[in-house]
């Protein structure tokens, strides 16, 4: 710093004399003292030290962030969890924005999702007996989780009385994120079975609220199947959409009871009293579901020819991976637009309003679907809904009647 310092007052003073030494008739300025020259000098230093220092601050947490965004628990887990919220409590709101990893950015913990403490996580011991573990994909997005798979619970809970029911999470990633950011932590699926175990539980019903035979409930169901010895009697129910099916043309009363009801929620927050209604108004409805590269991804297009069937022509599924291909964000705008219509109401096909329905329905970003339905310029408006099937009652209702098909 000091060799920085002697070279500016040098060229400063060369300045100066060669200024003095002119004959010409300009008014020559004024030049700082050396001792203001130090002081701009050692500012200047003093904010670069400070810049990298906060970058330095945030680089740590992203790294913490970054150690538990992974599907794996280990020992560490939990001190990694706390340490990782530590440290960015430990932030300046100047270094928060600082924030970025390879997962990791501001809102990892900076988001509001709402408020955790109205979710219950169903991890308590004392189980009994009888146990119905209600297993989901999991969120991160508070009121998500405690309006959609809470509404579940609890409408399992209140069916089954003499059942306990308890929670577990497939995504060990938002487990930890919950964990980490809410001190609120979730069972995984081997933890919330070695609950049962420790708890002697004799009779165990799994109950997926995943929509489909898809991979997730093909892992799930693997778990399950490695404690099988462990109880008295295991049984798994099904998932939302039931059977899958072996063609694209084949429905079932299930989809049916998803398409009615997903439909109707739609048409009533939309303002409408009936999907005629809604059509007349050249309004047309736009669920979004995942997408899977799995053998079950024909479910979405059942539950397209499911709409068909019931005559609900101004509906379509997407899904956001684009698979099948006609689900695509860009098939669905041309098949919208083909049909006349102006006005788009967007609405998750998941059973959680969570991350998909927040950002990759509903976001700001150039490839969310909002802003590729504005984006395409064939539209008047797009609005969007942010609610998870879960809440749903109907929705509620298929998933006892599910539960009742193997706890009889």
């Not at 002697?200 to 490695?226: C, F, R, S």
């Not at 049916?256 to 209604?277: I, M």
């Not at 698979?323 to 998750?348: F, H, M, N, Q």
Request: proline share 2%.
């Amino acid at each position: 710093m000091k060799k920085r310092i002697c070279v500016t007052m040098l060229g400063l003073m060369l300045s100066a004399s060669l200024l003095a030494g002119c004959g010409g008739t300009e008014t020559v300025t004024e030049e700082p003292t050396s001792e203001e020259v130090v002081e701009e000098v050692e500012a200047d230093v003093n904010s670069d030290a400070e810049e990298e220092s906060d970058q330095e601050a945030a680089d740590k947490v992203a790294a913490l962030i970054d150690a538990i965004y992974v599907q794996e628990r280990t020992a560490e887990t939990d001190a990694q969890c706390k340490a990782a919220k530590e440290a960015w409590d430990a932030l300046t709101d100047t270094q928060k924005e600082l924030v970025e990893g390879e997962e990791a950015d501001p809102d990892y913990f900076g988001r509001d999702t709402g408020d955790a403490s109205l979710d219950d996580t169903l991890n308590q011991d004392e189980i009994g007996e009888n146990e119905i573990l209600v297993v989901s994909f999991g969120t991160s997005f508070n009121d998500s989780r405690a309006k959609d798979i809470g509404g579940i619970e609890k409408t399992i809970a209140a069916a089954y009385p003499d059942w306990s029911v308890r929670r577990a999470f497939t995504a060990q990633i938002i487990i930890n994120h919950v964990q980490a950011r809410d001190n609120a932590p979730i069972d995984n699926m081997q933890q919330a079975l070695d609950r049962a175990v420790a708890n002697q539980v004799k009779n165990i019903v799994i109950q997926p609220t995943h929509l489909m035979h898809g991979a997730e409930y093909d892992e799930m169901k693997e778990v399950v199947e490695a404690y099988a010895d462990k109880f008295q009697s295991v049984a798994i129910s099904e998932p939302l959409l039931g059977a899958v099916g072996t063609t694209a043309e084949e429905v079932n009363a299930d989809k049916e009871t998803v398409a009615e009801a997903v439909t109707a929620e739609a048409v009533k927050e939309a303002g409408f009293d009936s999907l005629d209604a809604a059509k007349e108004a050249g309004v047309a409805f736009v669920f979004m579901g995942h997408g899977t590269s799995h053998t079950a991804k024909v479910s979405y297009t059942q539950m397209q020819n499911q709409m068909v069937q019931l005559g609900y022509d101004n509906v379509w599924i997407g899904t956001v991976e684009g698979e099948p291909e006609e689900t695509a964000c860009e098939s669905v705008i041309d098949a919208v637009a083909k049909e006349g219509y102006k006005k788009v109401v967007l609405r998750p096909l998941m059973v959680v309003a969570g991350d998909h329905a927040n950002n990759d329905m509903a976001g700001d970003e150039d490839d969310s679907w909002k802003s590729m339905f504005n984006a395409s310029g064939k539209f008047e408006s797009v609005d969007t809904q942010i609610a998870g099937l879960g809440r749903i009652e109907e929705i509620q209702k298929l998933y006892v009647s599910h539960l009742a098909e193997v706890i009889k």
